[in-house]
């Protein structure tokens, strides 16, 4: 059941942390592109990588590996899952492409693969630093 609380009160923070950055960022950037919501998947998957190497290391340096479960479950699955949003930048790229923006749409879906694959893995990195 504590599993269930952690990952719902994640997951609200991370969704409200996410429409209040991608609020801002649409705000400024108007066109055709949709950066609020690339931005916040690709932040969200740089976290996910830190978070989840730290989690990981305090597990290697005897940390209980219940509390560290509760805690990847709570920061990973619940706080990053609620930030970012892959369906939306899925559903963006087909509004694209149905108003004849091929372009844009294939940038958006291409580079939000490579571009979150990439933050994930320099977040690794860089918990690996610190872990």
């Known amino acids: 059941m504590i599993e269930l609380l952690v990952v719902a ?11 209040m950055v991608d609020g801002e960022i649409r705000a400024r950037h108007s066109g055709g592109f949709p950066w ?10 740089f976290l996910i990588g830190v ?14 590996e219940d509390v560290a479960s509760v805690l990847l479950l709570a920061l990973t699955v619940g706080l990053c899952g609620g930030f970012t949003t892959f369906s939306t930048a899925t559903m963006e790229s087909v509004r694209l492409a149905q108003s004849g923006r091929l372009r844009l749409a294939l940038a958006n879906s291409l ?11 320099l977040g690794m990195a860089v918990g690996g630093l610190f872990g």
């Open 51 to 64: 978070l989840a190497t730290l989690t990981f290391a305090l597990v290697e340096r005897g940390a209980p």
């Open 36 to 45: 609020g919501t690339f931005v916040v998947n690709v932040v969200g998957s």
């Open 9 to 19: 009160a994640g997951g609200g923070v991370g969704a409200a942390a996410r429409f």
């Open 111 to 121: 580079g939000t693969l490579a571009v979150t694959v990439t933050a994930a893995g």
